[in-house]
């Protein structure tokens, strides 16, 4: 019998190439490391992607904080490493020049250096290709026409106003496949009010299209490089909303036809997205402004502590008192609209301020703000991208006695307590939950702003709206917020969108009335403190299926 070996091939030994290319491989790994350790790095770029840097891990004694190091370790590292901002450049050359494309899903690239903003399927909205089913109309409406009764009630004239999306009033700049395809929201509500009769609400798109024939070069009434419009399709905006305020019988002052004159400065830019793309030696946005003077014009005051509130004066003072509540397209129409009113208050919503010393969370609408200011008009000035939410703001503070009139005409679902709350019940980070001594009731405490705690509604029908009584203990006053996702899906092309409404808590309260909207998405809701601290005893939660429109109460 014959015996085989076997040989082993002769160990090969690396040669100097082989060494060379390790040792630059090593190299090349630790470069950022490197960079990171020598204070090189290029963090503060971060906040050009609209977010803070990630901070250090921390580690202690806590288990929870070595079971978090790892992800918190790779989010530090990967918001500093070395060369982080010129390869993020690099990055978005090849996207803009190579592929034609947008370096960020925040936005798309259209024809020649044009930019869409896409978020939250804003730019399906706005081409139609979302529209609101005929419930959500209604909804939208009805919030309105209970606003514009409140305000009359009050002596006080009530105007919504909605500034189209940039790609209503330039769609040839459009992708090839992002054509318009029906009719926009907008379109929808307007249509309907007309045929409501409600005189309150204004789309401010045939007005800024007018404005868009005296397009020149680089003077548009939309920035293509941004989101917003310019400060002359701003002009053109409030002209119509003073047309539509004097046949509401506000008596504003009319704007000057003449002597308003546009400047191109030589050292600033309009609002742009190249630096957030990472392309800013790439792109260049031209910027023209009108700083309005002489006799009719507006002064803006000297800002107070509140960085979202502005005031303006018109010189000399004649003509109604203005509130604006307003989003990121009011800055450019303050100079321009404040010349229709004698004063004018201008507020950023949403956001957060303090007021009678109490710092608290406000939503798009505040009555507490109108009965504080007492002006003669409230203008409410939107962008189209509001209306990609599927259902309307509620309005704080809600009807509580209409809702527990409904409450107790439903039919009970679930009623938690003790145990079966607290099982239902998941703290997040920020938010501490433990047990009274007796047990009769939980106590919550979120000692963050934006701190909340999942409640589980898993096993409760789906597709029908449900009404929840929240059992409080509250010591102290303070904002309780509701959260939870929808889908609006009576479409072929659901929209994913999140609802929230924020209630006063005062102390001594005992009761907290909540709706839950049918197109409710998903098996859990979340209620959260925007401003923190607050601290309140929870000693129950019952749920019950919300009765018909119009059914009285003693009708279970």
Not at 126 to 145: A, H, I, N, Y
Not at 194 to 199: E, F, K, N
Not at 346 to 367: K, S
């Amino acid at each position: 019998m014959s015996v085989r070996h076997t040989h082993r091939p002769a160990r090969r030994h690396p040669t100097l190439a082989d060494r060379l290319l390790s040792l630059g491989f090593c190299a090349l790994i630790a470069l950022p490391g490197l960079w990171l350790a020598l204070g090189r790095s290029s963090a503060a770029d971060v906040h050009f992607e609209f977010r803070t840097p990630a901070e250090a891990p921390v580690l202690s004694l806590d288990p929870a904080t070595w079971r978090a190091f790892p992800k918190a370790a790779e989010a530090f590292f990967a918001d500093r490493y070395g060369q982080r901002s010129n390869l993020l450049r690099l990055r978005a050359w090849i996207y803009w020049e190579l592929l034609d494309a947008s370096p960020s899903r925040m936005v798309v690239r259209g024809a020649g250096d044009w930019i869409f903003y896409t978020q939250a399927r804003v730019l399906d909205t706005s081409r139609g290709v979302t529209p609101l089913s005929p419930q959500q109309v209604d909804d939208w409406l009805s919030v309105w026409e209970q606003r514009r009764r409140r305000l009359a009630e009050l002596g006080i004239v009530h105007l919504v106003s909605f500034a189209p999306d940039k790609s209503a009033i330039y769609p040839e700049h459009l992708p090839w496949n992002h054509a318009r395809r029906g009719q926009r929201r907008i379109d929808q509500l307007v249509a309907a009010a007309q045929a409501r009769g409600l005189p309150n609400l204004i789309d401010l798109t045939p007005a800024v299209l007018a404005a868009k024939a005296q397009d020149r070069g680089d003077d548009l009434v939309y920035y293509p490089l941004g989101t917003h419009w310019t400060q002359r399709g701003a002009l053109a905006a409030c002209e119509a909303l003073v047309a539509r305020l004097a046949e509401l019988g506000a008596k504003p002052n009319p704007l000057p036809s003449e002597g308003l004159r546009f400047v191109q400065p030589a050292d600033k830019e309009g609002d742009s997205w190249a630096q957030r793309l990472y392309l800013e030696g790439r792109l260049r946005q031209g910027h023209y402004v009108c700083r309005p003077s002489g006799p009719g014009s507006a002064r803006e005051l000297p800002q107070g502590p509140e960085k979202r509130v502005s005031e303006w004066r018109r010189e000399p003072e004649a003509g109604p008192h203005l509130l604006v509540f307003h989003d990121s397209y009011g800055p450019d129409a303050m100079p321009f609209l404040s010349m229709a009113a004698a004063r004018s208050r201008w507020e950023w919503r949403p956001g957060r301020l303090t007021r009678d010393g109490l710092r608290r969370p406000i939503g798009n609408f505040d009555l507490e703000a109108v009965l504080a200011e007492r002006p003669d008009v409230v203008v409410e000035l939107w962008t189209e991208r509001l209306l990609a939410a599927g259902l309307p703001p509620a309005d704080e503070p809600l009807d509580q006695p209409a809702l527990a009139a409904r409450f107790e005409a439903g039919e009970p679902v679930l009623e938690l307590r003790g145990p079966s709350l607290s099982a239902r019940l998941a703290p997040q980070t920020g938010v501490v939950v433990a047990p009274s001594p007796d047990g009769q009731r939980l106590r919550v405490l979120h000692e963050q702003d934006d701190s909340f705690l999942h409640l589980d509604l898993s096993g409760l029908p789906a597709g029908r709206e449900l009404l929840l009584r929240l059992q409080l203990d509250v010591r102290a006053s303070g904002f309780l917020s509701l959260r939870y996702p929808y889908r609006d899906g009576s479409r072929a092309y659901p929209v994913d969108g999140q609802h929230r409404e924020c209630h006063a808590l005062t102390a001594g309260q005992e009761q907290l009335y909540l709706r839950l909207q049918a197109p409710r998405r998903g098996e859990r809701i979340e209620l959260f403190s925007e401003v923190a601290p607050l601290a309140y005893g929870l000693l129950g939660i019952e749920l019950r299926l919300a009765p018909p429109d119009g059914q009285p109460a003693s009708g279970r």
